[in-house]
C-alpha cells in the first residue's frame, strides 16, 4: 500500500521502529518529536495518516488534535500510556479516530494502518452519488454531509463511518465489539468501551437532547441501534 504518514512521539526508538516498519509496507513517513511540529507539520503537508502520541513537550497530543480537527478530517491514532483511560477518553472526545495503549504490537498498529486507509480508498470509489436518509436525517455520501431536519452537522471521519454504518441497517442492534470491528475493519479493536465515546460524541451533534436520546439508541447490555426520529 502507499500513503503518508507522520509519527509524532518523542520517544526515538518507537518513532525508529514505527517507521522502519510503516516504510517497509511502501509507506512514506515523516517524524517530529514534539507537539508544535507535529502541529505544523500536519497543517502544511496532506499526510493520510497522523499517529500522534498524546505526552510530548511543548503541546500535547491531545491538543494537537483538538486544533487538527477544527481544520481537518485526517485519520489519528492516539498513542497512549497504557493505565491512562482518561487519556484515552480525552483523546475520543477531541476528535480522535482510535487509539493503541502502550507497549504495543507493531504488527498491530501496521495492520490498523493498512485498513484505514483500505477502507478510505474504498469509501472514495464507494460512496459517489450516495444519498440515504433516515427520518429527519440526510447523510450525502458523496459529499461527506450530513443534515438533521436540513441543517448541516459537522462530523469527523470516524463519526460519520459510525453513522452510515448504523444507518445502513435502522433498528438493527450492534454490539460494541461489532461496532469497533466495522471502525477499524479489523479484530484488533482495542477497548470496546471507545466505542461509547464514539457514540457520544456523535449524539452530541445529531440528538435534539444528547442526555436523552432518540435517534442514536441504546440497548441495554446488547449495544446500540439508529432509529427514524
Not at 507497549?103 to 480508498?121: C, I, M, T, Y
Request: charged share 30%; aromatic share 6%; glycine share 6%.
Amino acid at each position: 500500500m502507499t500513503g503518508r504518514i507522520l509519527i509524532a512521539d518523542d520517544e526515538r526508538d518507537i518513532v525508529d521502529t514505527l517507521a522502519y516498519a510503516l516504510s517497509a509496507e511502501g509507506y512514506e513517513v515523516d517524524s517530529v518529536s514534539d507537539g508544535a511540529a507535529a502541529l505544523e507539520a500536519a497543517q502544511c503537508t496532506p499526510y493520510d495518516m497522523i499517529v500522534l502520541d498524546i505526552a510530548m513537550p511543548n503541546l500535547s497530543g491531545t491538543e494537537v488534535c483538538r486544533r487538527l480537527r477544527t481544520q481537518s478530517i485526517v485519520p489519528i491514532v492516539m498513542l497512549t500510556a497504557k493505565d491512562a483511560e482518561l487519556d484515552r477518553v480525552l483523546g475520543l472526545e477531541v476528535g480522535a479516530d482510535d487509539y493503541v495503549t502502550k507497549p504495543f504490537s507493531v504488527a498491530e498498529l501496521v495492520g490498523r494502518v493498512h485498513a484505514v486507509l483500505r477502507r478510505r480508498d474504498f469509501e472514495r470509489a464507494a460512496v459517489s452519488g450516495a444519498v440515504r436518509e433516515l427520518g429527519g436525517l440526510r447523510i450525502d455520501l458523496a459529499r461527506h454531509r450530513v443534515e438533521i431536519d436540513g441543517v448541516p452537522v459537522e462530523l469527523t471521519r470516524s463519526e460519520l463511518k459510525l453513522l452510515v454504518f448504523l444507518a445502513e441497517r435502522p433498528e438493527q442492534v450492534y454490539s460494541r465489539v461489532q461496532v469497533m470491528e466495522h471502525l477499524w475493519d479489523t479484530l484488533y479493536v482495542g477497548d470496546a468501551r471507545a466505542c461509547d465515546v464514539h457514540v457520544y460524541n456523535l449524539r452530541q451533534k445529531i440528538e435534539a437532547d444528547p442526555a436523552h436520546p432518540t435517534r442514536l439508541v441504546t440497548v441495554r447490555d446488547v449495544g446500540y441501534k439508529l432509529v427514524p426520529v
